[in-house]
């Protein structure tokens, strides 16, 4: 049986696809963190939208996966609106393929 590791290890020595891979996992991971967290505070989108001063569509737009644009100040208001702590992060993509995925 192949290992998750190996799988990509593969697919990504095709360095174009590995870019769109890191693309669609963000974009994955800021439309569930933002999702998560607006409904685990039992808000609408548009109660959102109310208490952050960001367009419920742009939140619509966050919460999709498909959202080619995202302004860190819509965001930054978005985790204040929800009482979190707005963290960017760089990460290694070598040595954390198999987390990267699973997290």
Known sequence: MIKFEDFLSEYF???EFEKEFYKGLEKVRIATE???H???????QKQLAELSGVS?????????TNCKFYSIKALRKIAEALDLEFV??????????REECLN
């Open 38 to 44: 607006r409904e685990k505070r039992g808000l609408s």
């Open 56 to 64: 419920e569509k742009v939140i619509a737009k966050i919460e999709n």
């Open 13 to 15: 020595k095709d360095k």
């Open 88 to 97: 960017i992060s760089l990460r290694n993509k070598k040595n954390n393929r």
């Open 34 to 36: 933002v999702a998560y």
